[in-house]
């Protein structure tokens, strides 16, 4: 269903990419919702029925964005193909245009990062909580022992990269060790019965 606001909106502007106009002319497409539009009896707790009509991510970026007075807008890759609308929305509401550098994540091998995965094990009690030192979240590694600083300096080395990085564990805790190596205290002892 296509109001003419939204036909009008996407007959003014022509653009060849997907991503650009099918959110503007199908509101209701699953993968590219400019806004939800509440009909009937859907209600949203938050607001009750004040509001018809809820700005989703596409929409509410490059607004939050200007809001917010970004100038520069770091995003993951994946939302790369999304580049063309978040600029002509900033256009089309007069506001100053923002530069967007992607960057790809980073993923450790032999290791699940999946945010759902992990919630399940937290939720089943598999695990004590996101802290727990078997995790790998940031909680759970600085509860291993990694250093802020440490932590830090791996990902300055790293680098903001556009390709798909599988990393290992020994090199983010290798940079952790050089850290700590330094300022940790040492001490020896000698057993008496060995003496």
Same mark, same amino acid.
């Given at each position: 269903?296509?109001?003419?606001s939204?036909?009008?909106?996407?007959?003014?502007?022509?653009?060849?990419?997907?991503?650009s106009?099918?959110?503007?002319?199908?509101?209701?497409?699953?993968?590219?919702?400019?806004?939800? +539009?509440?009909? $009937?009896? %859907?209600?949203?707790? +938050?607001?009750?029925?004040?509001?018809?009509?809820?700005?989703?991510?596409?929409?509410?970026?490059?607004?939050?964005? *200007? /809001?917010?007075?970004?100038? *520069?807008? #770091?995003? !993951?890759?994946?939302? @790369?193909?999304?580049?063309?609308? &978040?600029?002509?929305? /900033?256009?089309? =509401?007069? =506001?100053?245009? /923002?530069?967007? =550098?992607?960057?790809?994540?980073?993923?450790?091998? &032999?290791?699940?990062?999946?945010?759902?995965?992990? %919630?399940?094990?937290?939720?089943k009690?598999?695990?004590? $909580?996101?802290?727990?030192?078997?995790?790998?979240?940031?909680?759970?590694i600085?509860?291993? $022992?990694?250093?802020?600083? $440490?932590?830090?300096? &791996?990902?300055?080395?790293?680098?903001?990269?556009?390709?798909?990085? !599988? #990393?290992? @564990?020994?090199?983010? @805790?290798?940079?952790?060790?050089?850290?700590?190596?330094?300022?940790?205290?040492?001490? @020896?002892? /000698?057993?008496?019965?060995?003496?």
């Amino acid at each position: 269903m296509v109001t003419p606001s939204q036909d009008r909106l996407c007959a003014q502007e022509r653009y060849h990419a997907r991503s650009s106009h099918l959110p503007i002319r199908r509101c209701y497409s699953s993968h590219h919702r400019v806004c939800r +539009i509440l009909a $009937g009896t %859907k209600v949203v707790l +938050i607001s009750s029925d004040k509001y018809k009509a809820y700005p989703m991510y596409d929409l509410a970026c490059p607004l939050i964005d *200007h /809001i917010d007075g970004v100038t *520069h807008a #770091l995003r !993951a890759n994946e939302y @790369w193909a999304r580049h063309e609308q &978040y600029q002509w929305f /900033i256009e089309r =509401f007069g =506001f100053p245009k /923002i530069e967007i =550098f992607d960057f790809s994540r980073i993923d450790f091998v &032999y290791t699940v990062l999946s945010k759902r995965k992990l %919630k399940y094990l937290v939720e089943k009690g598999v695990v004590n $909580g996101w802290d727990d030192p078997r995790f790998p979240t940031v909680r759970g590694i600085r509860s291993r $022992g990694m250093t802020v600083k $440490g932590l830090k300096d &791996y990902i300055i080395g790293q680098g903001a990269s556009q390709m798909q990085l !599988a #990393l290992e @564990w020994d090199s983010i @805790w290798t940079t952790n060790k050089k850290v700590i190596d330094p300022i940790a205290p040492r001490y @020896w002892a /000698i057993a008496e019965d060995d003496m």
